[in-house]
């Protein structure tokens, strides 16, 4: 578990956390001043390239490890659950807006909820439900056939969120929610709220919202409030379908009813709490990330015009002439070039770029003892474009470094990049996430000219983190393609 990849860390390994080196903190507060929260990202990593990537904050008053290097990062995700967990502010934040699902979920409770998530997301499930993402992403053609007639820039993220609360919520729970063709009320534009107040909340020095409501809490609150009101919608759904037809409880057909149908060997049955956290948790889950990320392989094809004609080159000999979206999943699945530019996307922008965990018991981190209770941030991206190992282009778009170099050179790419995490909490949903996102790429590839794809003012978007982390004011603007 104590391999680094950093010579002079494997050399001199530190013999105390007290030791270890950091930015000054200040009296009282620690370093939190000095976090500028929505780029705490960009600010631990320009500390590991002064500091190193294992170093000592202050925060709260207690002392904090800042870990910035891939495998021993990997080392102590792969000891999940037993060695280490998320910090417990996640949990409590998070459970108590209802989300007390498998995200926050620790030992046993993890292991149960974990087994029946995965294979409501597992590749053969993905195939049945092909037919259902194919129609969602027609609407979202229809969506972007209109905006390419009429010139409008569209709002990325918030277009695309859309995109990803439908195809969620039709292969998790079984309901069509159609956000995509809705108006401003929609179900994405409640949800949305939420990554930004967690986040938020577990910065927060003191829970204050638990003995005083601001006006950021009760406008979070009514939003929150609509939020359930849906996922309660979608059990009543699952419920009434379950009781017309019973058969389904013995091969359901979708998260919601596998979670509805569970047993343990004793009979005991999820907890109502346990059901509706983990709707919310797969919904919260699925909605920012994946559109975030698509949003970052949009931005960064458009600056890259050999890498997009490569992409649609490859989609139009994939895509059947007579379609518009791609029809067959396997051949979803044979999009080489194309899987690669997501990967060197996520690679270079990774959504979820720190990790937060706390050690279970007493361990040791590149040789130094660490006592149990001990938070480590990790910091994902700096290893993902470290030039020692990965070349001096590592900090540029180059999509065909993920096929050039054979499946060593893949697996060496994917040793150091770890978008979707590592170990036993290895994102379950990253095979929909990789095929919705092939499904859009490939539309906007085969059916559309990216006009542009970037901010009002032109300067690149900056990264914000809002617990994912996404790029503010992207816009994109289509025309039809020529005999499309
Ligand atoms: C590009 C898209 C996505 C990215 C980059 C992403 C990334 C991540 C990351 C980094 C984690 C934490 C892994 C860890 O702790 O080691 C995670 C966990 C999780 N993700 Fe994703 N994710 C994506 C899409 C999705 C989708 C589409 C779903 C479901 C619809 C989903 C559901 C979850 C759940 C339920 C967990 C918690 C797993 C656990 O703790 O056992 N994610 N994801």
């Known amino acids: 578990m104590d391999r680094s990849s950093n010579e002079a860390l494997a050399k001199a390994p530190p013999r105390a956390l007290k030791?270890?080196?950091?930015p000054q903190p200040w009296p009282l507060l620690g370093n939190l001043p000095q976090l500028d929260l929505p780029r705490m990202h960009e600010k631990l990593e320009g500390w590991a390239e002064q500091y190193g990537p294992l170093y000592r904050l202050t925060l709260g008053g207690k002392p904090i490890v800042v870990l910035a290097d891939g495998p021993l990062i990997a080392g102590i995700l792969r000891d999940r659950p037993d060695g280490?967990?998320?910090?417990?502010?996640?949990?409590?934040v998070i459970n108590e807006?209802?989300?007390?699902?498998?995200f926050t979920a620790e030992g046993y409770d993890w292991r149960r909820q974990r087994r029946l998530v995965m294979s409501a997301f597992d590749p053969g499930h993905l195939a049945r439900f092909f037919p259902s993402l194919v129609r969602v992403t027609e609407r979202f053609d229809r969506r972007l056939a209109e905006a390419a007639k009429s010139g409008e820039a569209i709002d990325l993220q918030a277009q695309l969120m859309r995109y990803t609360v439908d195809v969620t919520a039709g292969l998790a729970f079984g309901s069509d929610v159609n956000t995509l063709e809705g108006g401003s009320?929609?179900?994405?534009?409640?949800l949305d709220k939420i990554f930004p107040m967690i986040y938020r909340r577990i910065n927060l020095p003191f829970p204050y919202w638990r003995h005083?409501?601001?006006?950021?809490?009760?406008?979070?609150d009514r939003h929150l409030a609509e939020v359930h009101k849906a996922v309660h919608r979608f059990i009543d759904e699952a419920r009434q379908r379950m009781t017309i037809e019973p058969e389904r409880a013995a091969k359901p057909p979708n998260l919601l009813e596998a979670l509805l149908a569970a047993r343990d060997a004793d009979g005991s049955a999820l907890s109502e709490a346990q059901i509706a956290g983990n709707v919310l948790t797969v919904l919260l889950g699925g909605e920012d990330t994946t559109a975030n990320t698509l949003c970052w392989a949009l931005f960064l094809l458009h600056r890259d015009r050999a890498a997009w004609d490569r992409l649609v080159a490859e989609v139009d000999a994939t895509v059947a002439d007579d379609q518009r979206v791609l029809h067959d999943f396997d051949r979803s699945r044979g999009l080489d070039y194309l899987e690669a530019c997501l990967h060197e996307a996520m690679r270079l922008r990774p959504v979820a770029p720190l990790i937060f965990v706390e050690s279970l018991r007493d361990t040791t981190l590149a040789g130094m003892p660490l006592k149990k209770g001990t938070i480590v941030f990790?910091?994902?991206?700096?290893s993902a474009t470290d030039a020692a190992t990965l070349g001096s282009d590592a900090a540029e778009f180059r999509p065909a470094r993920w096929l050039d170099g054979g499946s060593d050179g893949t697996r060496a790419l994917n040793?150091?990049?770890?978008?979707?995490g590592a170990g036993p909490r290895l994102c379950p949903g990253r095979y929909l996430a990789l095929v919705e996102m092939k499904m859009v790429l490939s539309l906007i590839a085969r059916n559309y000219t990216l006009f542009d794809v970037g901010t009002a003012s032109g300067e690149p978007p900056a990264e914000r983190l809002a617990f994912a982390m996404f790029p503010v004011g992207l816009r994109m603007k289509l025309a039809p393609r020529p005999g499309r």
Do not use: N, T, Y
């Open 212 to 220: 005083l409501r601001l006006p950021i809490d009760r406008a979070f």
């Open 415 to 420: 040793r150091a990049a770890m978008p979707f």
């Open 84 to 92: 280490w967990r998320r910090i417990g502010v996640i949990a409590s």
């Open 97 to 102: 807006m209802g989300g007390d699902g498998v």
């Open 378 to 382: 990790c910091v994902m991206r700096k």
């Open 185 to 190: 009320d929609v179900l994405q534009e409640h």
């Open 19 to 22: 030791d270890l080196p950091g």
